[in-house]
Nanobody, 126 residues
Framework: QVQLVESGGGLVQAGGSLRVSCTVS????????MAWFRQAPGKEREFVAG????????AYADSLTGRFNISRDNAKATVYLQMNKLKPEDTAVYYC???????????????????WGQGTQVTVSS
């Protein structure tokens, strides 16, 4: 059974930092790109960050570059999202996703991901 389990969400004050993690089981982790998406109440799901299968290439939503950092540990089958200088508008449920095909994909496209986690809530207070 494929499982993507996010953890590390919570409540943080504006300007603070938070790191969320996603551990994958039941499917191959190496050779597959990973990504984080988020969905705020009343809004569409949006791409946050993606990382290539080997970790050499990353992509970020334009508004997040410089504040967020995605990384992966293939030995632990885990992808991380470090979020710094958080703003109230970063409040959302954050989902990790695993690519449907191995190797290179267009990281920001949700349709390129086959498996999704259940999400972890991140709330930033002003």
């Amino acid at each position: 059974q494929v499982q993507l389990v996010e953890s590390g969400g919570g409540l943080v004050q504006a300007g603070g930092s938070l790191r969320v993690s996603c551990t994958v089981s039941g499917r191959t982790f190496t050779n597959y790109a990973m990504a984080w998406f988020r969905q705020a109440p009343g809004k569409e799901r949006e791409f946050v960050a993606g990382i290539s299968w080997a970790g050499y290439n990353t992509a970020y939503a334009d508004s997040l570059t410089g504040r967020f950092n995605i990384s992966r540990d293939n030995a632990k089958a885990t992808v991380y999202l470090q979020m710094n200088k958080l703003k109230p508008e970063d409040t959302a449920v954050y989902y990790c996703a695993a690519a449907s095909v191995p190797y290179s994909i267009q990281l920001p496209l949700a349709e390129n991901y086959a498996d999704w986690g259940q999400g972890t809530q991140v709330t930033v207070s002003s």
